[in-house]
């Protein structure tokens, strides 16, 4: 049986520290970096970042918008990022942020978590605006294949509050039930489960306790970093469940290109920034 993903997460975090890395293409950092924005500087700038950042961090979260945005060849540069990293030793979390009715729903699983696909990731991330039910296809399909789920529940965005903070007929948030789904569907699992929730760095006050954030899972906290989020500020927010967070960080770690220590050196300094408070 394949090993779950909530279990090869923790180790590969024990091995290598908690952060994430994002590899996000933006057309500005192609330009930091001395590279055009076109389908050659993409690919110089995603190979780099795997050659750095796939033997050194436990996870890499390559942003498919930044790869889309270039057609069918950037999609392929995206299929060999994701290759290249799994074989230097990396997980992969595929951030794609879908959602969408159960059917097609499934399509995006077997897009992106079916190990037959050619984009077939170790997670990836998922909205629940139909609904939390509607994500239940990705569900089951990540865990038929030792995969997992990362589902938004208190992004970084100024704009997140809106919808994420707003009551529900039984007086708790939707970003509450949001938690609360994914609590239940981790119940019992060791060393935690496989779905994590996403919850920015950078919330603030939200109508969710660090009881709420502990569902037994990952919690993905962007933010950090570029956004403003820091050890200090991140340990602030998420109280006792801050042994579940995988900080992650794209543009600071990839500021430090196109130069592969450096880029490696600063994912470590972020490594080493948040290693004690997961422990
Ligand atoms: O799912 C995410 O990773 C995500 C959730 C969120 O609430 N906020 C957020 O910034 N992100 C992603 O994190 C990356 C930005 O990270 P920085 O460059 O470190 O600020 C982008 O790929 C965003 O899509």
């Given at each position: 049986m394949t090993t779950p993903f909530g279990a090869r997460l923790r180790a590969a975090m024990d091995a290598r520290g908690p952060v994430c890395a994002g590899?996000?293409?933006?057309?500005?950092?192609?330009?930091?970096?001395?590279?055009?924005?076109?389908?050659?500087?993409?690919?110089?700038?995603?190979?780099?970042?795997?050659?750095?950042?796939?033997?050194?961090?436990?996870?890499v979260k390559p942003q498919s918008a930044f790869f889309e945005r270039h057609g069918s060849a950037g999609v392929a540069v995206l299929e060999r990022v994701v290759a290249g990293c799994r074989?230097?030793?990396?997980?992969?979390?595929?951030?794609?942020?879908?959602?969408?009715?159960?059917?097609?729903?499934?399509?995006?699983?077997?897009?992106?978590?079916?190990?037959?696909?050619?984009?077939?990731?170790?997670?990836?991330?998922?909205?629940?605006?139909?609904?939390?039910?509607?994500?239940?296809?990705?569900?089951?399909?990540?865990?038929?294949?030792?995969?997992?789920?990362?589902?938004?529940?208190?992004?970084?965005?100024?704009?997140?509050?809106?919808?994420?903070?707003a009551r529900t007929p039984d007086g708790g948030s939707v970003a509450g039930t949001v938690l609360a789904e994914l609590a239940a569907r981790n119940a019992g699992a060791e060393p935690w489960g496989s779905h994590g929730a996403v919850v920015g760095a950078t919330i603030g006050r939200?109508?969710?306790?660090?009881?709420?954030?502990?569902?037994?899972?990952?919690?993905?906290?962007?933010?950090?970093g570029a956004q403003g989020g820091t050890a200090e500020s991140v340990r602030a927010v998420?109280?006792?469940?801050?042994?579940?967070?995988?900080?992650?960080?794209?543009?600071?770690?990839?500021?430090?290109?196109p130069d592969v220590a450096a880029l490696r050196a600063a994912a470590r300094r972020t490594n080493e920034q948040f290693a004690a408070l997961v422990r």
């Open positions: 590899i996000d293409p933006h057309a500005a950092l192609l330009g930091a970096w001395g590279l055009s924005d076109d389908v050659s500087g993409l690919e110089r700038f995603a190979m780099t970042s795997v050659e750095a950042l796939g033997p050194e961090v436990a996870v074989e230097l030793g990396a997980l992969v979390l595929l951030d794609v942020k879908r959602g969408d009715i159960g059917t097609t729903a499934q399509g995006y699983a077997d897009a992106y978590l079916d190990p037959r696909s050619p984009l077939a990731a170790d997670a990836m991330t998922a909205s629940p605006y139909l609904g939390f039910g509607s994500l239940e296809p990705m569900l089951a399909t990540a865990e038929r294949h030792g995969a997992g789920v990362f589902v938004l529940a208190l992004t970084s965005n100024p704009e997140g509050p809106q919808f994420q903070h939200a109508p969710v306790s660090a009881e709420d954030l502990d569902v037994n899972g990952p919690l993905l906290v962007p933010g950090v998420f109280g006792d469940a801050v042994r579940h967070v995988v900080p992650s960080s794209s543009r600071e770690i990839l500021g430090a290109g």
